[in-house]
């Protein structure tokens, strides 16, 4: 019998009463009475934290039962007899997968929202659960609140789906939907620390490497496709400047920060990085820490999540679904995935956005560096207006390959008259039925 089955009340394990742990409880309070009119009555009875005495005097700590066992010892919720179900809220692979082989182990039900534990290890972890009879679910993984992993796993079960694309990064949407009403990176990157949605590292946000993994626990459900986070191009938004959204504006776009995998025989094509998004794609309609995902399907069609994806109360909202589907027994529908390699060389149109030192023949040398790899220039943008010692302007290609382009701008960093490397940055095509 697994874990929990026995008893009418689920007993919850949380590790991690930080944001999304405390609204966790908060949540769980406000459906209390409805779950047990339900029968599925669900109580938290242990908390691991470090501190245990700061928690506990958090104001969200007086939605926790007073029964419960706070503790600093981790061991005394992964194996204990009053836990069905452990939900890790905590994030990062060291020590906590080890953590949560005990909790399988030992026969408890897990939930979790970390993704690179899902991206990195779920292959092992779900043999793993599936050996001990117990579940382990993780809707929180991605997008927060928006339930695009049930809705791929379970209501796009019957489709064959050939990509994804997406916001999948509410911090670095925060970021680049505010530049996009005229704010400094630096000023409003400052903005989403203050309120919690980045880190006061930042990178894992604004490098791409939260997107990528995401990207990668959606590629396994979608596209049935096992893929490393290591092998997936990820690229910074901190290069992306106040300049690059005027140039986008003229070019009927804005710039966000973009997930993108998609099938193509036996590898997948995938990429995070900012991209340049047509104003008519529903990508672009997407702001402050809104996520929005995409599927297209060859018999459903493009089908779109949207919603909050960062903060507390949306997060808790999926954790809890989880811990109610466990309470349920409800069974997720699993698909095999196959391991598949990765390629991050597509072709599609692209910007460049060079800073100079003006002089004679540039445009010359730059449409040389790209002839010579065989790209054609589509467009040449340049506004009036800046120091001809650090001029800004702007060449767009007609569709190329991403590793040729490469070696182009390899070259033309050597030119002597570049201030700055260039920045590179995809445009997505709307109205080919491929490029959403």
């Known amino acids: ?109 897990v939930v979790s929202a970390n993704k690179q534990l899902i991206a990195y290890r779920g292959a092992a ?18 997008a927060g609140g928006v339930p695009v992993i049930p809705g791929m796993a379970q209501g796009l079960s019957g489709d064959i789906i050939h990509r994804i694309s997406g916001i999948v990064n509410g911090t670095c949407n925060f970021i680049l939907s505010s530049m996009e009403s005229g704010a400094e990176y630096a000023t409003v990157l400052k903005e989403a620390q203050r309120l919690g949605y980045a880190e006061a590292n930042p990178s894992a946000d604004v490098d791409g490497f939260d997107a990528r993994a995401k990207l990668c626990v959606l590629a396994r459900i979608a596209l049935r496709a096992e893929i490393n986070p290591d092998d997936v191009p990820a690229q910074t938004i901190a290069r992306v400047d106040a300049i690059d959204f005027a140039y986008a504006k003229e070019l009927g776009c804005t710039v966000r920060q973009v997930a993108r995998a998609e099938l193509d025989g036996d590898t997948v094509r995938a990429a995070v990085g900012p991209a340049l998004v047509p104003k008519s794609s529903p990508i672009a309609w997407s702001h402050g820490t809104q996520n929005m995902v995409v599927t297209s399907g060859r018999f459903g069609g493009d089908v779109v999540f949207s919603g909050h994806g960062a903060g507390g109360h949306p997060t808790a909202v999926a954790v809890l679904s989880d811990v109610i ?48 790899e065989d790209i054609n220039i589509d467009a040449i943008l340049q506004h009036h207006g800046h120091a001809s010692e650090r001029l800004p302007f702007v060449v767009t290609t007609e569709p190329c390959l991403s590793s040729t382009l490469e070696r182009a701008v390899t070259e033309m960093t050597k030119l002597d008259f570049m201030h700055d490397p260039p920045v590179v940055m995809r445009i997505l095509v709307v109205d080919d039925p491929d490029n959403i």
Not at 85 to 97: C, F, H, K, N
């Open 1 to 109: 019998m697994a874990a929990g089955e026995a008893s009418k009340t689920l007993r919850v394990g949380l590790l991690g009463f930080g944001t999304v742990g405390s609204s966790f409880a908060e949540v769980l309070d406000a459906h209390r009475e409805r779950l047990e009119d339900a029968g599925s009555a669900v109580v938290i009875t242990r908390v691991f934290n470090r501190g245990v005495e700061r928690k506990k005097a958090h104001p969200k700590a007086s939605f926790v039962p007073a029964s419960a066992q706070w503790t600093e010892n981790v061991d005394e919720v992964l194996t204990a007899d009053d836990v069905d179900v452990v939900v890790e809220l905590m994030g990062g692979l060291d020590p906590i997968e080890g953590w949560l082989r005990t909790a399988l182990e030992a026969g408890k039900h």
């Open 125 to 142: 972890m779900f043999e793993l659960a599936a050996k001990q009879g117990v579940q382990l679910l993780y809707n929180a993984a991605v």
């Open 325 to 372: 589907a466990v309470a349920k027994g409800s069974s997720k529908v699993r698909m095999p995935a196959r391991k598949l390699k990765v390629s991050g060389d597509v072709t599609a149109p692209f910007y460049l956005r060079f800073v100079v030192k003006d002089k004679p023949g540039i445009v010359a040398a730059i449409a040389g560096a790209l002839a010579k």
